[in-house]
């Protein structure tokens, strides 16, 4: 009994330590622009729905970034599998192709940002559908291409490795068993390469959309952008709001935390049979 | 070779080499003659690393040969067919399926409609007496219980010919002999012709009709070895022993020759 309490209390300490040190510090450093009192910032976290700077409220703009990181994290998702699958089972595809990926992954997604810039400016998915009012338009107006770009290069890459690495490790005996029970080569994708890459392609799946989340900021730096929980946090700082800078923070830190934990629940249940049967 | 008429796999000249990582060349299999009847059930034996592996998988249709020929009743084989089946050493059952979903794998491939796959996959686990686990997960289960699955997989697709490569190397001696009467016991209920290579010399002798000896050193046949013991075999039997101590000899000498003792 003790030892549940003491293992629920664990994570628990950092934080709350923490807190204890920012209040104390805030306390003796006494100018809320360099640090806000915690109070203020927490009274921000406990009322999502405030508006904000006259730009919408915490809830709402964080609504709109998972909208953008949706989009752009989906989209990669479903390239890096099906590139990443027919690369890894291919050995010539991968060994045209790999040079090609391994040049462009070292580059930062914000490194893209002045080339998105002159290839898309500040157009959005309701330019691409050719809306120009109306309620849909509101909404994909929101969707910039330039800022979708910058977070689907950040969520393709660890997929792609991930699922190519998945394919390739899939045991030669696995398919040589299904071979010589009559599969042929579209049984051998989808009852053999993907379910057994499955565990690594959902690990990778996770990590890329940490990695396009984290690119929020950034994507939401871009002109035409006037909403969005990073712009939030940039919009506050130039106007020396630092409770509503530390508030965006921890809600960024809040959400990517929750997806990450949801993804490991879901990878915990589905894949357990790939821990067990090493 | 006499026995041309009811012999279902000829082998004739059959070569196979290899590049290796330093580039040069590994002769796996050197000219193989070998013909197989209906019905035998042939053992292989030889070294680590002579070939037997890759004699078989030529066999299976996964592997293409440099040179020489593969037949299935006259046929050339270029592919792996259902009608000739394989079992492997370890690690091939798919472990996300359950054991029934393992063992209908085969007609799954075939289209076979699902209830009567279910049915079909039922009797051949009954057959090997694992009907228990058929929801289990193969990594719920021990290391004879998965062979055993494995070759009700096989049995499942109705195959002529199983070739089979060591598949009971990873077992401990009980349940390796246990396996061993199953095996016997199967083939002579079903009459398939077994192609099976063991690094054990006792396991040839107790289960094989002619034993196929290779050589360590050329990627060839030593000696073709007819067993006529009487079936079922007693590992007392004077004559058991005897041939042991020859095949033995045989083997030594090539494993002095590669240089590994
Ligand atoms: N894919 C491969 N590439 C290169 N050499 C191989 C390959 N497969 C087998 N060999 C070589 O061919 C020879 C025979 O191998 P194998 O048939 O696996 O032997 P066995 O099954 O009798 O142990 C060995 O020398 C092995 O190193
Ligand atoms: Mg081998």
């Avoid at chain 1, 699958?85 to 940002?113: D, K």
């Avoid at chain 1, 929980?229 to 959400?255: E, K, N, P, W």
């Avoid at chain 2, 792996?80 to 007609?107: A, H, K």
Wanted: net charge positive; with cysteine.
């Amino acid at each position: 009994m003790r030892r549940l309490l003491l293992r629920a209390l664990l994570p628990a300490i950092t934080p709350l330590l923490l807190l204890a040190v920012w209040q104390v510090a805030a306390v003796r450093v006494d100018n809320r622009i360099i640090l806000p009192p915690m109070m203020d910032v927490l009274h921000l976290i406990i009322h999502p729905t405030e508006d904000l700077l006259s730009m919408g409220s915490l809830l709402s703009n964080i609504t709109i970034s998972l909208a953008r990181v949706m989009a752009g994290y989906l989209l990669a998702v479903v390239l890096a599998v099906t590139i990443g699958i027919t690369m890894g089972y291919y050995r010539p595809l991968f060994r045209t192709f790999s040079l090609f990926f391994a040049l462009f992954r070292p580059i930062p997604p914000l490194a893209w940002v002045p080339l998105v810039l002159a290839w898309f400016g500040v157009a959005s998915f309701a330019t691409l559908a050719g809306l120009e009012y109306g309620l849909w338009y509101m909404y994909l107006n929101n969707l910039k291409i330039s800022m979708v770009f910058i977070i689907f290069i950040g969520g393709f890459y660890p997929v792609l490795t991930s699922t190519i690495q998945g394919v390739q490790s899939v045991r030669t005996t696995l398919l040589d068993s299904a071979r010589v029970l009559g599969a042929g080569e579209m049984a051998i994708f989808t009852k053999v390469l993907l379910p057994a890459a499955a565990p690594a392609i959902v690990t990778g799946m996770r990590i890329g959309l940490g990695v396009a989340w984290m690119c929020l900021v950034s994507a939401e730096m871009l002109p035409g952008s006037l909403s969005g929980i990073g712009y939030l946090i940039t919009h506050a700082f130039t106007v020396a709001r630092t409770d509503v800078v530390i508030a965006g923070m921890i809600s960024i830190g809040v959400v990517g935390a929750a997806i990450d934990f949801i993804f490991r629940f879901f990878e915990e249940r589905t894949f357990s049979w790939q821990r067990r049967s090493r | 070779m006499a026995m041309k008429n009811g012999s279902i796999l000829e082998i004739a000249g059959l070569t196979k080499n290899y590049c290796a990582e330093n580039g040069s060349i590994v002769h796996a299999l050197q000219g193989i003659d070998l013909d197989i009847a209906a019905n035998d059930f042939v053992c292989v034996v030889g070294p680590s690393g002579c070939g037997k592996s890759t004699l078989l998988r030529i066999m299976a249709g996964l592997d293409r040969q440099t040179d020489g020929v593969a037949r299935y009743l006259g046929k050339p084989i270029d592919r792996p067919t259902p009608q000739i089946g394989m079992v492997f050493q370890e690690y091939s059952l798919l472990p996300w399926r359950t054991v029934i979903d393992n063992v209908g794998l085969g007609p799954e491939f075939a289209k076979v409609p699902k209830r009567q796959r279910l049915l079909l996959a039922t009797e051949f686990l009954q057959l090997v007496g694992l009907e228990r686990f058929a929801h289990a997960y193969p990594h719920e289960l021990s290391g004879g219980m998965r062979q055993r699955v494995a070759i009700a997989r096989a049995l499942a697709n109705d195959p002529d010919v199983l070739l089979m490569d060591e598949p009971f190397g990873a077992l401990d001696a009980h349940t390796r002999i246990l396996l061993q009467k199953e095996l016997l016991s199967i083939w002579e209920r079903h009459r398939k012709t077994i192609v099976f290579v063991t690094h054990s010399v006792d396991e040839a002798i107790f289960l094989a009709d002619r034993i196929c000896v290779m050589s360590g050193t050329s990627g060839r046949i030593m000696e073709m070895i007819d067993v006529t013991m009487p079936r079922p075999r007693e590992r007392s039997n004077p004559f058991y022993g005897q041939l042991a101590e020859r095949i033995l000899r045989m083997l030594e000498g090539e494993v002095v020759k590669m240089g590994v003792l």
